[in-house]
């Protein structure tokens, strides 16, 4: 769509005045001096096509005007809450279209009466100069509706693209809000799990037994481990693991904060550790949940090992035992 020449507009609007003036005084000043000579007559004409050709100026632009109007009626589709908007705007394109061919007829009409009356010697007949004034008229009122409309559509599309920001504003403001209600809870149940364990470890004890049992970091059977990581995940409706794949190279464990997938190495896992890795790595999942994937919940929290820290607390809050990761 080609830019609209305002300055150039003006320009043209103004030459149609003064043609208009000049074309609708010319059968006068003819009558006036119809004993003047052929050639008076013939500069006369002259100056009345000029002036008729400054008019398809106006053509020109309003047809350039409805096409653009046509292009913005397509583009706003959806856009304006009232259709009879758009539906009204078309009416005036059409209405326009309408207008330039009016015009462009009563043009050629005067045009060919010009050309006959110079050869002739006699002013152009009154009956096209109406004609093309009236023509010209209902193209500029015709116009002027146009742009209005235009001005309106605009407006339009602006009010629906603030609302549709509104709506964005107000929908991310709620989701930061879930967020932070979220981390806050979990902030307040590490912190109540650190003070019921702070409370046992300042109980009193009974008295020890000495007994026999196997040292901590022995492992049990691999069924026995699997049981109690599918048991543990089980607890939260969790199941995208993968055990025992090498994923996470070496480690007890590892989770993929994009995929949300855990990747548990029970054949490195103590038994009595199988519960609390898996508590912890499934805490990690709840963090991708809340704050997106890996590169957004460690600028969350800051660092990976703020991260880890926080995974730390939550699993303790939710019965795990160990976390020295």
Request: proline share 3%; aromatic share 6%.
């Amino acid at each position: 769509m080609r830019p609209l020449r305002t300055a150039l507009t003006v320009r043209v609007i103004t030459w149609i005045a003064i043609g208009a003036a000049g074309v609708f005084s010319s059968g006068a000043i003819l009558n006036q001096h119809g004993a003047e000579s052929t050639t008076a007559n013939r500069q006369l004409a002259e100056k009345t096509t000029q002036q008729l050709l400054d008019e398809q100026l106006l053509i020109a632009h309003i047809d350039t005007d409805a096409k653009a109007i046509d292009t913005l009626v397509a583009a706003s589709a959806g856009k304006v809450l009232d259709p009879a908007v758009l539906s009204t705007a078309s009416a005036a394109a059409a209405k326009a279209y309408a207008s330039e061919t009016r015009l462009e007829h009563a043009i050629d009409t005067a045009r060919t009466a010009v050309a006959r009356s110079t050869a002739k010697g006699t002013p152009p007949p009154k009956r096209y100069q109406t004609a093309a004034e009236k023509a010209y008229k209902q193209a500029v009122a015709d116009r002027i509706t146009l742009n209005a409309n235009t001005t309106t559509i605009t407006t339009a599309v602006a009010a629906w693209q603030a609302e549709q920001a509104r709506i964005a504003a107000a929908k991310a403001a709620a989701e930061a809000a879930a967020r932070a209600a979220a981390e806050q809870a979990a902030q307040q149940a590490a912190a109540q799990a650190a003070a019921r364990a702070a409370a046992r470890a300042h109980a009193p004890r009974a008295a020890s037994r000495t007994t026999t049992s196997a040292p901590v970091s022995a492992p049990a059977a691999s069924g026995d481990k699997l049981a109690i990581a599918q048991a543990t995940f089980a607890r939260f409706g969790f199941s995208n693991v993968v055990y025992n794949s090498g994923q996470s190279q070496g480690h007890y464990a590892a989770t993929d904060l994009n995929r949300r997938v855990i990747y548990l190495q029970l054949s490195i896992i103590p038994a009595d550790r199988v519960a609390s890795v898996a508590i912890h790595e499934y805490m990690h999942i709840i963090q991708s949940r809340t704050y997106g994937g890996y590169a957004q919940t460690v600028a969350h929290f800051g660092s990976v090992l703020a991260m880890e820290k926080n995974a730390d607390a939550m699993a303790r809050a939710n019965g795990a035992t160990w976390t020295a990761y």
